[in-house]
């Protein structure tokens, strides 16, 4: 049932990325009728007018009482769009280190003095986009080599 979820809301954020935007004037708009869309909404348990809504339109918030919506244009649509996908992502991966986390603890846990076992995500990002080696190239391969170090 776990593994079914998960599948469940990759299907999700990879159909999100379907979703067309349309601008109609100023104001975006999803097609209620797109096959994606209806999915999204379908796995995910939202109703379609919610969802639409709140990927066309923000929120504006005066005081605690007074509040106004305000609709997006396509683009920014789009990057609400992207976000709720990305957001949905996050959450999944970071649902799924901590029940492998979990798992790996198991009986451990009851030993007093056993080693530890977890399970660790380390990304260094930016040394590929230098042309030629230079000082920062050095500094972030040594810091990549340390890190490893502490993960191995």
């Not at 797109?34 to 999915?39: G, H, I, L, M, Q």
């Not at 660790?120 to 170090?149: K, M, P, W, Y």
Request: glycine fraction near 4%.
């Amino acid at each position: 049932d776990e593994q079914a979820n998960i599948i469940k809301i990759v299907a999700a954020v990879m159909h999100m990325g379907n979703i067309p935007m349309t601008d109609k004037g100023s104001v975006s708009t999803v097609p209620m009728d797109n096959v994606s869309f209806e999915a999204v909404c379908q796995i995910l348990v939202v109703d379609p007018a919610l969802m639409a809504k709140a990927i066309t339109h923000k929120l504006i918030t005066v005081s605690q009482t007074e509040r106004y919506e305000s609709p997006l244009a396509a683009g920014q649509a789009m990057s609400v769009r992207e976000s709720l996908a990305r957001a949905l992502y996050s959450l999944l991966f970071d649902f799924i280190v901590h029940s492998i986390n979990k798992s790996l603890e198991g009986r451990h846990s009851m030993v007093p003095g056993a080693k530890r076992l977890f399970v660790g995500v380390l990304d260094i990002f930016g040394f590929e986009h230098f042309e030629t080696n230079s000082f920062e190239q050095l500094c972030i391969n040594f810091a990549n080599e340390r890190l490893q170090q502490l993960f191995n």
